[in-house]
């Protein structure tokens, strides 16, 4: 299953919590306010399906360069500085001979673990900027969340309307109250948004490993997007 597919059943399995919410709410009409705490754990998870998406398309992004990488220049600069940094820092001069033949790509591996393990370790708060940092310093894409625009929407928008959605995520998760209600349209808004977000990371990393490699690593997505009505 790739990193699209994933976010897709992970997306789907969290607008179940809608189908649960319109199922009960038929026997119990009164019971919205009782009701309303699957809607907050879904914006809960909403989010938590966008971490992992991130997560994910980091690591294949950087794993498809590096498998298509017939040498190091695959890798823009600024990433092969960061690699090789430990080396200069090292005392030990015989370090360097790490380099030696296809020795680059143990050390981008290296590389690849230590980003990972620094961003990823306690990433929580998936905003623009932790996100633009994870990028540059794990590939050398610089600035990924200005392509997050669509027809209505300016990178600026959707910026400011994640780091919204995250921080409304958070007054949920730590103390189960919010001030306004959540109701069930407010997940799939959510849930669209987030695809959203998606679809533009996604192609932005295609057309960026392509210039890289010359190689598109996966099928342009769309915005294909399944709502609690269709489950």
């Known amino acids: 299953m790739n990193f699209r597919e994933s976010l897709n059943a992970n997306m789907n399995e969290t607008l179940r919590l809608a189908v649960i919410h319109d199922e009960l709410l038929k026997s119990r009409p009164n019971a919205h306010r009782k009701l309303e705490v699957l ?13 992992a998406f991130i997560e994910d398309l980091a690591m294949h ?42 020795g680059w790509k143990t050390v981008l591996q290296s590389h690849r673990n230590k980003i990972l393990q620094e961003h990823l370790g306690n990433f929580n708060t ?21 392509h997050w625009s ?5 990178s600026e928008q959707a910026k400011k309307k994640l780091s919204e959605l995250i921080t409304f995520r958070g007054d949920i998760a730590h103390r189960l109250s919010t001030t306004r209600r959540v109701r069930r349209a407010d997940v799939e808004r959510s849930g669209i948004f987030i695809v959203r977000l998606a679809v533009a990371s996604g192609n932005t990393l295609r057309n960026f490993i392509h210039g ?3 190689i598109y690593p996966w099928e342009e997505g769309d915005v294909e997007f399944v709502t609690s009505d269709s489950i």
Request: proline content about 5%; overall charge neutral; charged content about 25%.
């Open 61 to 102: 992004s950087f794993d498809f360069l590096m498998s298509n990488a017939a040498d190091h220049t695959v890798f823009p600069s600024r990433v092969l500085t960061q690699a090789s940094k430990p080396f200069w820092d090292s005392k030990d001069e015989r370090g360097i001979w790490a380099l030696a033949d296809d």
């Open 212 to 214: 890289r490699t010359g």
């Open 150 to 154: 669509w027809k209505g929407m300016k």
């Open 126 to 146: 998936p905003r623009a900027p932790q996100i633009d940092k994870l990028f540059e310093h794990l590939v050398g894409l610089s600035n990924l969340s200005s």
């Open 39 to 51: 809607n907050k754990s879904g914006i809960v998870l909403m989010i938590a399906c966008w971490e």
